[in-house]
């Protein structure tokens, strides 16, 4: 049968990301809930829900680390520390003149931002653990140069926190400000979490190597989230001092670091409101239990066991009804061949992808033993050989996953540097993997979006306050993915969860993501894996379908059948050497090769 239309949501017509535009009315009745507080409840429980709107505004921004990016910043609650610092004695003027309240709250924005990108730099380096410890490490920093520098901070006896001017200065006015910061804070966290930077953040966290593919810029991205991380965490910082009115190293415990921490685990990864529900939580939860106050930590603990064993996707995944619908049994792909040339406009000339002498050893073995081969536009060549004679580990330094000791790539006149991944897509090269590397808690529209990332034009700047340009990218985003899942057979399925789908639906979601970059040079990773004998013939049919428009295809496969119907030309390899290149009838009579490989 064939596969069903479900209807996109809103968000999938709006926004390449369905959550972007998800229904808003949950945020409206949380914002309208807040407005309303002050109304219905006393100071005390105003105080409270400004407490928590502080709190959000520091977890809004590390969300997109945390939650999205999959970076354990769990000492984050030392930007805070550092943000009510500053805001405290610059206002205090126990260094110069005192500043404004307002300028001081913007110096700890300053402040936080420089040091959310000195955080930000292990990231890029260290793994999770490590990160995760760097982070505490700053956060006993912070506190020991509070509790040491007394003749500023005031040491543990502390220093006063900024007054703020009116209207600002009465419980109600601070509330005020501190919702309206929480609410700008959430308009602007979303808008680069639903959109190629956010993309891009999910991608690092859950197949790093599929974002190098396609252009993503790791360390960049990472190092402009951090300062925008640590900007709000110093903002929210002056904000704490000034509830707090007073401050000593001892309002900033581990505890509350914790709190950020569980916050996001408990509100659920790549999501924005589930995060801000959580943070609601965990600040009412103990002034409702204030007798086990003491017991703060235990409980948090508890709650987060309890969460990732019974709704590991946390409060998103409750929220979530359209993953949970069914969606049809027995799909049939298949692919729409007229709709290549409209992807792929015909290409009248294109650049040859060359490698030359290239060797590269792991220890003694020889994977890749002087290695010559070309990739000529318009032509599919095919990459065969047996187990460990050298095949994806030709793609992935083609790719700049491996660098080769000597030889050299390159495509037309211009030599490829060896590594930097994250650059090859920049030059027209899209592969896909051996195992697909999809991001399976994002939509199939999400995964396939990703591939257009090197096109984005709107710089972060622009994407955090939604400018034109951003919404342009994000209109321009949707349309080529559903035009790529329209040519893959795949459109009725783009607003589904991609670990939903079946395995044959990853490989061409997989190579409409790699379409979606409009390449030049197409490395396929064995695609045709897992596929039943008629998806097969479609994939050859798409794959001679998309070199005819110009595009040079490196085809690495196991099914003999397929590399002889669509190939142009063969490379076998055996041991990381040539063993036979020619026509593909050329090497069906290769004594060598029938004797290595096809059998016979």
């Not at 396609?214 to 402009?224: F, T, W």
């Not at 396939?448 to 985003?477: C, K, M, Q, W």
Request: hydrophobic share 50%; with cysteine; proline share 6%.
């Amino acid at each position: 049968m064939k596969i069903q239309a479900i209807p996109l949501t809103a968000a999938s017509r709006g926004s390449v990301v369905p959550k972007a535009a998800r229904p808003v009315l949950p945020f409206i009745a949380v914002l309208a809930a807040a407005i309303a507080l002050p109304f219905v409840s006393d100071d005390y429980w105003t105080l409270i829900a400004t407490r928590a709107a502080i709190y959000w505004i520091l977890v809004s921004g590390l969300n997109l680390a945390v939650g999205f990016g999959g970076q354990l910043a769990i000492g984050f609650v030392a930007v805070l520390t550092l943000g009510a610092y500053v805001a405290s004695v610059l206002a205090a003027g126990t260094i110069t003149l005192a500043w404004p309240a307002f300028a001081a709250l913007g110096a700890a924005g300053l402040a936080g931002a420089v040091a959310g990108g000195i955080i930000g730099l292990p990231a890029l380096r260290l793994g999770s653990f490590y990160f995760a410890m760097t982070t505490l490490g700053f956060a006993t920093i912070v506190t020991q140069v509070a509790l040491a520098w007394t003749s500023v901070t005031g040491g543990g006896t502390g220093v006063a926190g900024p007054s703020l001017p009116a209207p600002f200065d009465t419980t109600l006015g601070l509330y005020g400000l501190c919702l309206a910061l929480a609410a700008l804070c959430t308009w602007m966290t979303a808008n680069i979490a639903h959109s190629r930077f956010g993309r891009g953040l999910v991608a690092i966290r859950d197949a790093d190597v599929a974002a190098e593919a396609v252009g993503v810029a790791k360390p960049r991205l990472l190092l402009s989230v951090f300062v925008l991380c640590g900007t709000l965490a110093g903002v929210a910082g002056g904000l704490f001092a000034s509830l707090q009115s007073y401050i000593t190293p001892d309002a900033f415990t581990f505890d509350l670091s914790v709190l950020f921490f569980i916050a996001i685990l408990v509100g659920g990864r790549g999501s924005v409101l589930g995060p801000l529900l959580g943070i609601i939580v965990l600040t009412v939860l103990p002034e409702l239990a204030a007798p086990l106050v003491a017991w703060s930590t235990f409980l948090y603990a508890i709650l987060l066991l309890v969460i990732v064993l019974t709704i590991p996707g946390g409060l998103a995944e409750l929220l979530d009804v359209v993953n949970r619908r069914p969606i049809p049994a027995g799909r049939v792909i298949s692919p729409q061949m007229d709709l290549v040339p409209v992807m792929l406009p015909p290409r009248s000339a294109g650049d040859r992808l060359e490698l030359r002498d290239v060797l590269l050893r792991f220890g003694a073995v020889r994977a890749i033993d002087g290695l010559d081969l070309q990739i000529r536009p318009g032509q599919v060549h095919g990459l065969i050989g047996p187990n460990g004679s050298g095949k994806t580990t030709t793609l992935n330094v083609i790719s700049g996953y491996a660098a080769p000791e000597q030889g050299q790539i390159t495509l037309g006149d211009t030599p490829l540097p060896f590594g930097r991944p994250h650059l090859r897509a920049g030059h027209g090269i899209a592969r896909t993997f051996q195992r697909p590397r999809i991001l399976g808690e994002s939509s199939v529209l999400q995964n396939v979006a990703l591939g257009g990332s090197i096109n984005g034009r709107a710089s972060f700047f622009e994407t955090l306050l939604s400018l034109p340009r951003h919404h342009r990218d994000e209109a321009r985003f949707r349309d080529d993915a559903l035009l790529a899942l329209r040519l893959v057979g795949l459109e009725a399925l783009a607003a589904v969860r991609a670990d939903r789908l079946q395995h044959s639906e990853l490989r061409f979601v997989e190579i409409a993501r790699a379409l979606m970059q409009r390449p030049s040079i197409l490395l396929l990773d064995e695609p045709a894996a897992g596929l039943t004998p008629g998806e097969i013939i479609k994939l050859g049919l798409l794959i001679k379908a998309v070199s005819r428009q110009g595009i040079g295809v490196l085809l690495v496969e196991h099914h003999a059948d397929l590399i002889f119907d669509v190939c142009d030309h063969v490379t076998v390899l055996n041991l990381g050497r040539v063993l036979a290149c020619g026509t593909p009838a050329e090497i069906r009579s290769h004594r060598e090769v029938v004797s290595a490989y096809l059998g016979g």
